[in-house]
């Protein structure tokens, strides 16, 4: 009989491993909790370091399905049980599947910035998030800040909900440093006359082309880089927002005021996931992220036998890695039901 | 009229704060675009290590790159003529940047600056 | 700035205050900086809203500027509060209200260490008997006084004479906020609004009629900090604090400053002095200074007391312009008046700070 397996979320990671295992001849269900699927991607204007769009990376991934695959969208998955030599999954609405495997791909949950209040998010209006600003790309519309008016300076802060034990994140969401030096160049071809500043802790230029991109933001468009985590921003009489650093290189503190202000939001483990891990009896670890079988042989396997995790639901990825990721998973799959 | 001062014993302390909006950047401007290599510099330190007065001053490449982006250059210029222009440090810098003609430029933006109040070059 | 931004961090910096039955500890410094601030709050608690409260007259300092002078040891200042702890005890209270900031921070401070480590606790309970026989019952509910104050900020608005409004223009008045470091700095959920954003002198002046102004160095501290205040060569440190502040607000043109510390007002206040007759520069309008006032002088303003009754005449920055504007009525003869109409005689004029004398 054609084994069953459930992919639970239906970003990257859950479509191209439901694509891979399709194309492998299992039977595949795909359950997402929102009306669509695509994931974070969807909002997603365009894609480092090589400005991708977001949009039709994900139409790419998509068209790869194979219409075998049964995409169940809008159903939150509330349960999972292992029952003999098969799960039982089962979603809020009463949605009910066996599966022979189970593949967790449900990813990631942005961090939410009002948490450090100290930034003024939700509070100063020219404060907004990396995410925030992907939307105004995908808009289309004229580049201004919430006065209506083109910044003549952008600041980008790296490192929000990242390596900062304040919130209880130690991890680095790897992704943010090269999203700030793409989302840097974005706005300088936008508005050639502004200048544009990144406030960071390290550069974590670890992927391929990611040095290239930054020389190229530094180069190319003059985008300045102050080595220093923010302390605190504050608003001036006209909306700009001030910002207080220290120049770590100069040892000195530095006040700068932007029209606009830039969280480089971190990625960490959703609750909601928690509370299937937590069903299931995996182990998180520290970070929050599931923890692997092993994170050099089996990246892709859990302790629970025919439980499988892809994707940013074991810590934060790029997209081509979740897509590396999400290939090698339907491998891992495939493995264990031969 | 001379205003009274009184002595408190105590004075106004100097802020340490680089006030990047207060600052005046004409000097980076003209520094970036007689030698655009300035802004390729990533604070690595490879200059001033292997620099022969910094070993033997405060003298710091790797600082007075950063102070003329900011715009702190009160008193650079002092720091800028203790370069012996031998070169070493653009042997070793990992980006390329032309250490030698950015001294040379600096220290010219610099001097136009102190002498006309303007780091404009006079043609 | 988003008003509902700042709303939804209120809501998680809420803290019990008690309702009634308070022990009242007084500042070491207040009384003397500006001595009816404390006897307005006395008298408000007491005439205005019926509130039971002892004032208690045999506790001593906290020590908490020797603690942060780095001059007595911290099991000195345990027992030393563990000693107040026991005054509150024995007068039969529970309920527990500082007046000082840096007292509320210290016995916060206190309680948290001995919920950490009870052996602590049970040590100072054991110097405390040994050195005075006296034991004591934490207290029930620890508050500062401008926590109280703001708990009943509205029942003494519905009793105010006045408001924080410009009476000619009808316009709010625009009122600098400033908090005391130790309120909320070390443990933002003790603080009414937390660290970032308080909330207890902001929830006064919105209950009150005025308008709160969010400048750029609002959070900076004003300087005092007791160490580089205490030796004079040191003093420029703690005047250029709150000179950052001063340059910061000053394009706002605030009407005036209020401080929930004792340290805050008499700096903001005497600092315009130093900086007026050193750089001959001020910051309010015609030569005046911004003025500064505690939550308490402001309560007995807004009810209407005599400004010199409440001691509004200690202020080196003058607060007749701003009376002026509220419609606040005062004898401008009886300002430097004692208690039985004595001539107290009138201070040194600064040279630049304008100065009513008559």
Redesign the interface.
């Known amino acids: 009989m054609q084994k069953h397996i459930v992919v639970i979320g239906a970003g990257p990671a859950g479509l191209e491993s439901s694509a891979n295992l399709s194309n492998l001849g299992f039977r595949v269900t795909l359950v997402e909790k929102e009306e669509v699927t695509g994931g974070h991607l969807n909002k997603w204007h365009a894609l480092f370091p090589s400005l991708a769009s977001g949009k039709h990376t994900i139409e790419a991934i998509v068209k790869g399905l194979n219409p075998g695959i049964k995409i169940q969208t809008a159903t939150k998955v509330t349960g999972i049980e292992a029952v003999n030599d098969y799960f039982t999954v089962s979603g809020h609405n009463g949605w009910q599947e066996k599966a022979d495997a189970v593949v967790l791909t449900t990813g990631f949950q942005l961090f939410d910035s009002?948490r450090k209040?100290?930034y003024?998010?939700?509070?100063?209006?020219n404060v907004i998030t990396s995410a925030d600003l992907e939307k105004q790309f995908a808009s289309g519309k004229e580049f201004v800040n919430r006065q209506g008016k083109k910044p003549e300076r952008v600041g980008f802060v790296h490192c929000v909900g990242s390596r900062d034990e304040k919130v209880n994140n130690l991890h680095c969401s790897k992704v943010c440093c090269i999203t700030a030096v793409k989302q840097a160049i974005e706005v300088k071809q936008m508005i050639p006359e502004a200048d544009v500043f990144c406030f960071y802790m390290d550069l974590r230029m670890f992927g391929r082309h990611y040095e290239e991109l930054y020389?190229q933001a530094?180069?190319k468009y003059?985008i300045?880089?102050i080595?220093g985590r923010l302390s605190?921003s504050?608003?001036?009489?006209d909306g700009n927002i001030?910002v207080k650093v220290e120049?770590t290189?100069?040892g000195?503190?530095?006040?700068?005021?932007v029209g606009l202000l830039v969280l480089m939001a971190g990625m960490e483990f959703p609750p909601a996931t928690k509370a299937l891990t937590n069903m299931l009896g995996l182990k998180n670890v520290s970070d929050g992220f599931i923890q692997p079988l092993d994170e050099v042989l089996h990246s892709n396997l859990t302790e629970i036998p025919g439980v499988f995790i892809a994707g940013t639901c074991s810590g934060p990825k790029s997209v081509s890695d979740t897509m590396a990721d999400a290939r090698s998973a339907a491998l891992a799959v495939a493995e264990y039901l031969k | 009229m001379e205003k009274k001062v009184k002595n408190f014993g105590y004075s106004v302390t100097r802020d340490r704060q680089i006030d990047f909006d207060a600052n005046n950047h004409d000097v980076g401007k003209i520094v970036a675009l007689a030698e655009p290599t300035l802004h390729l510099c990533i604070s690595c330190g490879t200059c001033s290590a292997t620099c022969t007065a910094s070993q033997f001053t405060e003298f710091s490449l790797r600082q007075v790159i950063l102070l003329v982006r900011r715009g702190e250059t009160k008193g650079l210029l002092k720091e800028v003529s203790k370069c012996m222009l031998c070169g070493k440090c653009q042997l070793v810098c990992p980006r390329n940047v032309s250490t030698r003609n950015l001294i040379i430029q600096i220290s010219r933006a610099l001097c136009n600056h102190e002498v006309s109040g303007s780091a404009m070059l006079k043609p | 700035m988003k008003l509902e931004g700042k709303r939804l961090i209120w809501q998680e910096y809420q803290k019990e205050i008690a309702d009634d039955h308070y022990f009242y500890a007084r500042s070491c410094i207040r009384q003397t900086f500006f001595p009816g601030a404390e006897a307005v709050f006395v008298k408000i608690m007491k005439d205005e809203l019926g509130k039971d409260i002892h004032d208690e007259q045999h506790h001593t300092s906290c020590t908490g500027i020797g603690y942060h002078a780095d001059v007595v040891p911290f099991d000195t200042t345990m027992t030393v509060i563990a000693r107040q702890f026991a005054l509150m005890t024995e007068a039969g209270y529970e309920n527990y209200a500082a007046s000082c900031v840096t007292s509320f921070g210290l016995y916060t401070e206190v309680l948290e260490t001995w919920h950490h480590f009870p052996e602590k606790e049970a040590q100072v309970r054991e110097f405390l008997y040994k050195a005075t026989g006296r034991e004591f019952n934490k207290p029930k509910n620890l508050a500062h006084a401008s926590d109280i104050v703001y708990k009943f900020r509205h029942q003494i608005a519905a009793k105010a004479k006045y408001k924080l409004i410009d009476k000619n223009t009808g316009e709010p008045l625009k009122v600098v906020e400033h908090i005391g470091c130790h309120y909320s700095k070390m443990f933002p959920h003790k603080g009414i609004g937390g660290a970032e954003y308080p909330y207890v002198l902001s929830g006064m002046i919105e209950a009150w009629g005025g308008e709160v102004i969010d400048y750029p160095e609002r959070r900076h501290c004003c300087g005092f900090g007791f160490r580089q205040y205490i030796v004079q060569a040191n003093r420029g440190f703690s005047l250029s604090c709150s000179k950052k502040k001063f340059d910061s607000m000053e394009p706002y043109q605030p009407d005036m400053i209020i401080t929930n510390c004792p340290g805050c007002p008499m700096f903001l206040d005497r600092w315009q002095y130093a900086l007026s007759e050193m750089e001959g520069k001020t910051y309010g309008k015609n030569n005046n200074g911004i003025p500064v006032f505690t939550y308490e002088e402001v309560a007995g303003m807004i009810m209407g007391y005599d400004p010199w009754k409440i001691g509004l005449q200690l202020h080196q920055v003058s607060a007749e312009p701003l009376l002026d504007k509220i419609g606040i009525p005062y004898d401008p003869l009886s300002k430097f008046k004692g208690k039985n109409g004595e001539d107290l005689g009138i201070p040194e004029t600064p040279n630049y700070l304008k100065f009513y004398a008559d």
């Open positions: 009002h209040e100290e003024g998010y939700g509070i100063y209006e020389k530094q180069e003059n300045q880089f080595r605190e504050t608003e001036d009489k001030i120049d290189l100069l000195k503190p530095l006040r700068i005021k």
